[in-house]
């Protein structure tokens, strides 16, 4: 009887030493799984915000394509400008060429029309030099050159303006242009009709 107390009891306390031995073990696995949690929590946590910093790295890289997308767009518009202005500029210069050669062109034109007038005036003077006659003198004359009527105080004398004779009214009430005068001025009867005849024949 005494040796089974004695087994019982080398059980009991074999049985207990394995009991504390399990205990121990278990604390020990409760510390390592505790340990694993907390390990397991801060690489969750790093996951999250390794997930929340790729979306907003995904929305900054959208936001950048977005923004690289504008500027090649405002690129292409600044080409297609820059390609107008190339035109416009070669225009520019086209025309700028070409308004200087007017302008030369309107030079020599100008100069050439001064000189046109410069002659023009120099043959009036001749013409005029020769179509006006040597102004007769009021003293020399005593008779109409056309008529040979006498003058006296109801016939008086006047000036041919194209030959410079003296004529009594009757031979000299014409009026005609001529090149020394714009204006119509008396001329004898021979004289209109010389003149008249030069007009019709030019």
Known sequence: MSD??????????ECESVRIMAERR?????????????QTNGIEEDLKVER?????????MQQ???KISQLQHELTQ???????????????????????????????????LSDSKLELSELKEQASRKSDGIWASDKDATHCRSCEKEFNLTRRKHHCRNCGGIFCNACSD???????????????DTC?????????VM
């Not at 929340?52 to 900054?60: A, C, Y």
């Open 78 to 112: 600044l080409r297609l400008i820059a390609q107008k202005y190339a035109a416009l500029q070669e225009e520019y210069y086209t025309l700028k060429e070409h308004c200087l050669e007017q302008d030369q062109t309107l030079e020599e034109l100008g100069k050439k």
């Open 192 to 200: 209109q009709l010389e003149l008249s005849k030069r007009f019709t």
């Open 174 to 188: 014409n009026s005609m242009s001529l090149p020394s005068s714009a204006k119509p001025v008396r001329v004898c």
């Open 52 to 60: 929340e910093w790729r979306v907003s790295l995904q929305e900054i």
């Open 4 to 13: 089974s107390i004695q087994s019982l009891e080398a059980k009991y306390r």
């Open 64 to 66: 950048d394509r977005e």
């Open 26 to 38: 278990r604390r020990e696995l409760d510390l390592q799984a505790a340990h694993q949690e907390e």
